[in-house]
């Protein structure tokens, strides 16, 4: 029962911390002067023009671009990340989850 309840808050946690990234896409695109009317329109746009960029030596660290083409044509950062998480649970109950 008590791995079912780990999931359970790791899945939580996780999805908090989805959701935080996605209200900082919206920021940084919204500071660039982007609009949009609804929430398909934000994914259609994102799924369109934002790329997620990964780092050989660094597996961990990524960063989305607005209109990414190449190294030479790295378009502009919209977000750096660090997809690194480690869950701690203590006696008491309390959950920890760390990412980046």
């Known amino acids: 029962m008590l791995t079912n309840t780990n999931n359970y808050i790791q899945k939580e946690l996780i999805k908090r911390w989805e959701k935080k990234l996605m209200r900082t896409i919206k920021q940084k695109l919204s500071s660039?002067?982007?609009?949009?009317?609804n929430e398909a329109a934000f994914?259609?746009?994102s799924d369109e023009r934002i790329s997620r960029v990964f780092f050989e030596?660094?597996?961990?660290?990524?960063?989305?671009?607005?209109?990414?083409?190449?190294i030479d044509e790295p378009g502009?950062?919209?977000?750096?990340?660090?997809?690194?998480?480690?869950?701690?649970?203590?006696?008491?109950?309390?959950?920890t989850l760390t990412i980046g």
Do not use: Q, W
């Open 43 to 45: 994914l259609k746009f």
């Open 32 to 37: 660039l002067h982007y609009r949009f009317e």
């Open 57 to 70: 030596d660094d597996p961990y660290n990524h960063e989305l671009r607005l209109d990414y083409k190449s």
């Open 76 to 95: 502009r950062l919209i977000v750096r990340f660090s997809t690194k998480a480690e869950m701690k649970c203590e006696p008491s109950g309390r959950v």
